[in-house]
C-alpha cells in the first residue's frame, strides 16, 4: 500500500480494540458456523460463535440476551446506553454464519483464523467476521473505559443471514421487535470500503440502497394426457415458453437515485464519463468493483428451477419453474406487472418477496461516517452505492429502520476484494482491520 498519509493526518491512535481485533476476528474464524441452508446439515456452529460473543461481552459487563431461534441457531443483542437516551437507537449488526468453503481449494485450511503475511484467513475474514470482530472490539473498549456514546447503540449478532435470515433477523424482527423499538438508524454489511483511485484518493462505498429479491414461482396447469396424442394444452409447453421469455428478456436500463449519484461522484473524482449508450463499457474501466456496479443497472429475472413430469409418454397437467427476479428500488409494482405480461395467460405466479432498499445518503449519521473515514484517512472520498445482493438490512427495514452498509476497511490496491466474497482464500488484510475499528470507534463516539 503506497503511504500517502500527509502530514496534516491524524496519528495512528492506538487502543485496546485495535490491539485486540485481529485476535478476535481469528478465532471466531475458527468457529465452523457453516450455513448449508439444510436444517439437517446445520451443527451448532452459530450457537458456539454466538455463545463465544456473549462471553466477550459479558467479561466487560453486558446483559446480554441469547436467543436461539431453533436449536444450534444462536443470536445475542446487547445495548450500550447513550447519553441521550430519548434519541432514536443506532443499531449494529453482523451476521454469525458464514457459507461452506472446501479446504482442498485453499492455500490455508478456511477456518484456521491464520494470521500471516498481513491477513487474517478463513471463511467469513470479509463475509462478515471481520466486521463482528471490529463491532465487538469497539464495544468491549467503550464499555470497559466507561466510554458513553451520544445515543443509545444496540449490537446484535445473528444466525442464519446466509440463507434469508429466517432464523436470524428475519426471526428477531418477528419475534423480539421490542429490541430494535427505539433503532432509527443501522450499520451492517456490505459498504465502507476503499477502491484505489490513485496514489492520494480512495473512494469508499457505503452501501445507501439494495435491490430486492425476487423470486418468482411460475405454475402452469394444462390438460394431462397420453404423450402419442395431439395437446394443444400441454402445461410442460407453456411453462418452457415462459421461462425462455422470460429468461432471454432484455430488461430497460433503470437509472435509481442511488445508482446516479455514485457515477455522478465517481465522475467528479476520476473524469471518466458514463454516456448512457455505453455504461457498462464505461463502468468496466472501474474494475473489479463494475460487476457489483453492472448489476445495479436494471432489473434481472433469471431462471434456475424446473419441474414437471414423471413419465415419459405422460403430459402431466402441471408444470413449475422458479425464477430469481432481483429488482431495482422505485420499480416493484411495474415488475411484477411486466413479468405477469411476459410470462403470458395460463401461469400463476407466487411470489417469494424481500423488497429493495434505498435510504438517503445525507444526514447527521452517513456525515458522522464520513467525518470518521477522512479523519483516518485524509485521501477517503464516502460514495454511496447500491448493493446488487441482499443482507439483514432488508429484514431491520421492516421495522423501519434505515440500514447502510458500512464495515469500514481501507484495502490495499491490488486486492480484488469482491472476488474473495465467497471465495476461495477469503482473507482480510491486518491493517483494515485495524482501521476499521479505528473509523468504527471515532463513529460511535459521534453517532
Ligand atoms: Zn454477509
Not at 443499531?91 to 481449494?105: C, F, M, R, T
Not at 470500503?193 to 473512494?203: E, N, P, Q, V
Not at 449519484?261 to 463499457?281: V, Y
Request: charged share 25%; hydrophobic share 40%; glycine share 8%.
Amino acid at each position: 500500500m503506497p503511504d500517502t498519509e500527509s502530514p496534516a493526518s491524524q496519528p495512528i491512535q492506538r487502543t485496546v480494540a485495535t490491539d485486540e481485533v485481529v485476535q478476535l476476528c481469528s478465532e471466531l474464524i475458527r468457529f465452523e458456523s457453516v450455513n448449508t441452508g439444510d436444517p439437517d446439515t446445520i451443527g451448532d456452529g452459530e450457537a458456539q460463535t454466538a455463545r463465544y460473543i456473549q462471553q466477550k461481552l459479558e467479561d466487560v459487563g453486558y446483559e446480554t440476551i441469547y436467543i436461539e431461534s431453533a436449536p444450534g441457531r444462536g443470536n445475542v443483542v446487547c445495548r450500550l446506553e447513550g447519553a441521550d437516551r430519548v434519541r432514536g437507537a443506532l443499531l449494529i449488526h453482523g451476521h454469525v454464519d458464514v457459507v461452506p468453503a472446501d479446504a482442498s481449494e485453499w492455500t490455508v485450511h478456511p477456518f484456521s483464523g491464520a494470521v500471516q503475511d498481513g491477513y487474517v484467513w478463513g471463511r467469513g475474514a470479509v463475509d462478515m467476521k471481520d466486521m463482528v470482530a471490529m463491532t465487538l472490539a469497539v464495544a468491549r473498549e467503550f464499555k470497559s473505559s466507561g466510554i458513553v456514546p451520544p445515543r443509545d447503540v444496540i449490537f446484535a449478532f445473528v444466525s442464519d443471514e446466509e440463507a434469508g435470515g429466517t432464523w436470524g433477523a428475519q426471526w428477531l424482527v418477528d419475534f423480539y421487535p421490542e429490541l430494535f423499538a427505539d433503532a432509527t438508524e443501522a450499520i451492517s454489511e456490505v459498504g465502507g470500503f476503499s477502491i484505489t483511485l490513485d496514489d492520494a484518493r480512495r473512494a469508499y462505498l457505503v452501501a445507501a440502497a439494495e435491490k430486492g429479491v425476487a423470486w418468482a414461482h411460475l405454475k402452469a396447469t394444462g390438460r394431462a394426457g397420453h404423450g402419442s396424442m395431439i395437446n394443444d394444452d400441454n402445461a410442460v409447453t407453456r411453462i418452457a415458453n415462459a421461462v425462455s421469455r422470460l429468461g432471454s428478456y432484455d430488461f430497460p436500463l433503470t437509472m435509481t437515485a442511488t445508482v446516479r449519484s455514485f457515477l455522478d461522484k465517481i465522475h467528479e473524482l476520476t473524469g471518466l464519463e458514463f454516456p448512457e449508450d455505453d455504461l457498462a463499457g464505461s463502468i468496466a474501466k472501474l474494475g473489479p468493483v463494475s460487476r457489483i456496479v453492472n448489476a445495479t443497472l436494471r432489473n434481472t429475472a433469471t431462471p434456475t428451477m424446473l419441474k414437471a413430469g414423471y413419465k415419459a409418454n405422460v403430459i402431466p397437467s402441471t408444470a413449475e419453474a422458479t425464477v430469481d427476479c432481483r429488482v431495482l428500488p422505485g420499480s416493484e409494482e411495474h415488475f411484477r406487472e411486466q413479468i405477469a405480461e411476459i410470462v403470458g395467460d395460463g401461469i400463476e405466479i407466487t411470489w417469494t418477496w424481500q423488497p429493495p432498499l434505498e435510504v438517503p445518503f445525507e444526514g447527521p449519521l452517513v456525515e458522522a461516517m464520513k467525518d470518521a473515514l477522512t479523519a483516518e484517512d485524509p485521501g477517503a472520498h464516502p460514495v454511496p452505492y447500491m448493493l446488487s445482493g441482499g443482507t439483514d438490512n432488508k429484514a431491520f427495514a421492516r421495522l423501519g429502520i434505515a440500514g447502510y452498509g458500512f464495515s469500514p476497511l481501507r484495502l490495499p490496491p491490488e486486492l480484488d476484494f469482491a472476488s474473495l466474497f465467497h471465495g476461495v482464500d477469503e482473507r482480510v488484510p491486518v491493517e483494515s482491520l485495524t482501521f476499521g475499528t479505528r473509523v468504527l470507534d471515532r463513529l460511535l463516539r459521534n453517532c
